[in-house]
């Protein structure tokens, strides 16, 4: 009940293509879902995050569909760029008032082709 | 640089041997959280602390793996007689609690590799 599944593992786009990325939880309890963005080396960046209280959250080109009925949620990125090329990574947590741990899904590797 | 910061980067130890990581969090963050992050998996949840307090831990967390934080600043993460299995990217991270929990931040890890 505690795992987030994620997928496609892998991804490949052509610059300026939507990239899409799903995830889906089974525990009910979440109440926040971060998406994560790392480069070879590095260690997670915070990409953009959503509450279950919306079902969208837009930033810049990053966009979080959020469907609470199907437990599930996706991350679209639109108007891909090479810079964009990295793994993604979604998680979920019992933040506001809980430990905040993330438990996160597997990872997509997502390379935008120029 | 006030981002989470992390040492050694990179770490190559025998087995058998024990090794010691360093995290520092950001200055006005009280909790810290390590995680363990194994090639082409997202990052496990390992333990975390809110000041000096090590509040959980994770049963991926045996008891050859030890972590501190004494005077509620930076954190060690020391891993005893290590095994090959334990090559991973150690992750640290850190947020601000009060009445509600922010965002965490990341360190940019420790590699480990045990031969």
């Known amino acids: 009940q505690q795992q987030v599944k994620q997928s496609p593992q892998s991804l490949i786009v052509q610059k300026g293509g939507i990239s899409i990325i799903n995830c889906a939880y089974e525990?009910?309890?979440?109440?926040?879902f971060p998406w994560y963005q790392q480069f070879p080396g590095k260690g997670p960046a915070l990409l953009i995050a959503?509450?279950?209280?919306?079902s969208e959250k837009k930033e810049g080109r990053f966009t979080i569909s959020f469907n609470k009925s199907a437990k599930q949620f996706s991350l679209h990125i639109m108007d891909s760029q090479p810079g964009d090329s990295a793994t993604y990574f979604c998680?979920?947590?019992?933040?506001?008032?809980?430990?905040?741990?993330?438990?996160f899904g597997q990872g997509t590797t997502l390379q935008v082709k120029p | 640089d006030t981002g989470v910061s992390q040492d050694p980067r990179h770490k190559i130890t025998k087995r058998g041997q024990n090794v010691t990581f360093r995290c520092d969090p950001i200055?006005?963050?009280?909790?810290l959280y390590w995680y363990r992050q194994t090639l082409g998996q997202g990052p496990e949840f390992l333990t975390y602390?809110?000041?000096?307090?090590?509040?959980?831990k994770s049963r991926l967390l045996s008891d050859r793996f030890s972590a501190e934080r004494p005077k509620g600043s930076f954190s060690t993460l020391e891993i005893q007689r290590t095994e090959q299995g334990d090559s991973a990217m150690y992750l640290c991270?850190?947020?601000?609690?009060?009445?509600?929990?922010?965002?965490?931040?990341f360190g940019q890890g420790t590699r480990l590799t045990v031969v």
């Open positions: 200055s006005e963050h009280n909790r």
């Open positions: 525990n009910t309890a979440f109440d926040y």
């Open positions: 991270a850190s947020s601000l609690f009060r009445t509600v929990n922010t965002e965490a931040f």
């Open positions: 959503i509450r279950p209280d919306v």
């Open positions: 602390f809110q000041n000096e307090a090590q509040l959980e």
């Open positions: 998680a979920a947590s019992i933040f506001l008032w809980n430990t905040g741990k993330l438990i």
